[in-house]
């Protein structure tokens, strides 16, 4: 069966960088996007950053320039490399793959942004 596990979430400073890890299985890893999304306290979950099979990547406009998704098919695993921290990131994490419209989701990594 599918699963994702997110690891690399932790408290750290404004400006700080934190890079998340999610390990797939139970699918062709090479052939899904892979996306990161987050969801901050009473708010909807939210895209963050996306990495299709052929490497093209989007982000959405609150991270770029800051947010790096990166994806090693030999490994099954993709990245979020985050920098420049802003109170703002803090949110639970969530790995995602959409396979055949059947949207599958990792059990998240706090990231906690504060001085």
């Known amino acids: 069966q599918v699963q994702l596990v997110e690891s690399g979430g932790g408290l750290v400073q404004p400006g700080g960088s934190l890079r998340l890890s999610c390990a797939a299985s139970?699918?062709?890893?090479?052939?899904?996007?892979m996306s990161w999304y987050r969801q901050a306290p009473g708010k909807q979950r939210e895209f963050v950053a996306g990495?299709?099979?052929?490497?093209?990547?989007n982000y959405a406009d609150s991270v770029k320039g800051r947010f790096t998704i990166s994806r090693d098919n030999a490994k099954n695993t993709v990245y979020l490399q985050m920098n420049s921290l802003k109170p703002e990131d803090t949110a639970v994490y969530y790995c995602n793959v959409d396979i055949v419209g059947h949207m599958y989701w990792g059990q998240g990594t706090q990231v906690t942004v504060s001085s």
């Open positions: 990495i299709n099979g052929g490497g093209a990547i």
């Open positions: 139970g699918f062709t890893f090479s052939a899904y996007a």
